[in-house]
């Protein structure tokens, strides 16, 4: 989709809104909010901070919002953006952090931060748990459900022993590390957790030109991380002297773009052998050492190009979907996958800063 269709259906980009809602509640009419700003990361979650101007009320001799029920910690709160009617849902959240600043001679303000309904429950210290005869995907869908959060989740293969999340983990952490063993993706969007396969290979939801939609692109591109392929030669719990060997090879990491070529085949096109080899860990299958293999491959192909942006505000860019970048050039114009987003209205309007990758040329 081109940027034309989304600012017609947009007022054109000139009337950017907010909607801020504090224990399902509207905010009070003259609470002046100054500037509101949502950062969203794939690996750490979302968290916000919105400024106040605050005022001292001369009669009761005390701040009007510093200390009023509405901003205490551990309030739910909503934020969405857009322009016109037309806003769309950024975060959800809990209200953790007040902090003022006052002037002798200038407003005082309140700047209110919080995070994602993810810290509550999965960031938080939790004790050692084991889980048994469970699939990757039992596990994440038993941890959303413990959370109170929708799940959704793609399958995995079995598991035959079993898995512990240890004391000094929270579970944001080892649902992390094992979507990372098995090449699956684990974020959060609103009250809704995913543990589910890459989707950088989908169609683009955004194409946007620099000089028209695009205000700066700083790509890096970067040969440095790169392997040619990973072998993995995994601990067998049911024969110790018998390794499991999983292989991934050049070519084998998800195609974000077609008549691209990965970062595992631009090394094997220079023969430079670059082989990852990975022992200290257990695996009960070929083909879990293998889906091991290739995460380890994508991770390194991932961090081939690697860029920030700053574009007009677009509340349709969030983290996990893809966009294309065009009139860069022919190695940096292509498709792109979203890792992390600043949204913020201010003094200069609304604007969205983000990060993007691509493991291919």
Request: glycine fraction near 8%.
């Amino acid at each position: 989709m081109g940027l034309e269709q989304v600012a017609q259906a947009n007022s054109n980009f000139y009337a950017p809104r907010f909607d801020v809602r504090i224990n399902n509640a509207k905010l009070p009419s003259d609470l002046a909010i100054i500037d509101l700003t949502v950062d969203e990361k794939i690996d750490v979650g979302a968290s916000f901070k919105l400024t106040i101007h605050d005022e001292f009320d001369m009669a009761s001799q005390q701040f009007i919002w510093l200390d009023h029920p509405i901003l205490e910690v551990g309030n739910s709160i909503s934020i969405s953006m857009g322009y016109g009617g037309n806003l769309l849902p950024l975060v959800i959240g809990n209200i953790t952090s007040i902090e003022p600043s006052f002037f002798s001679s200038e407003t005082p303000t309140l700047t209110v931060g919080g995070q994602d309904l993810s810290y509550d429950y999965l960031k938080r210290s939790s004790p050692e748990r084991t889980f048994v005869d469970k699939t990757y995907s039992d596990i994440a869908g038993i941890i959303a459900a413990d959370a109170g959060l929708l799940p959704v989740v793609d399958e995995t293969g079995k598991i035959l022993y079993p898995v512990c999340k240890k004391s000094d983990q929270n579970y944001f952490s080892f649902l992390e590390k094992l979507a990372k063993e098995v090449g699956f993706q684990f974020r959060m969007d609103g009250q809704t957790m995913y543990f589910v396969k890459p989707t950088d290979s989908v169609r683009a939801i955004l194409t946007l030109e620099l000089g028209k939609d695009i205000i700066s692109f700083h790509p890096t591109l970067k040969t440095t991380g790169l392997v040619s392929e990973v072998e993995v030669r995994g601990h067998n719990p049911r024969d110790p002297n018998k390794p499991i060997i999983g292989r991934a090879g050049p070519g084998d990491e998800r195609s974000q773009e077609q008549g691209r070529k990965s970062g595992s085949q631009i090394m094997q096109d220079k023969n430079k052998t670059a082989k990852k080899v990975i022992t200290n860990v257990i695996v009960n299958s070929e083909e879990q050492a293998n889906a091991l293999a290739l995460s380890e491959l994508n991770k390194a192909s991932d961090s081939l190009i690697e860029g920030d942006v700053e574009s007009i505000g677009l509340p349709q860019i969030r983290t996990g979907v893809t966009i294309c970048l065009e009139k860069m050039g022919k190695r940096f114009s292509g498709k792109y996958y979203v890792t992390g987003t600043t949204h913020s209205i201010g003094d200069s309007g609304y604007r969205t800063r983000f990060s993007v990758k691509r493991n291919a040329l």
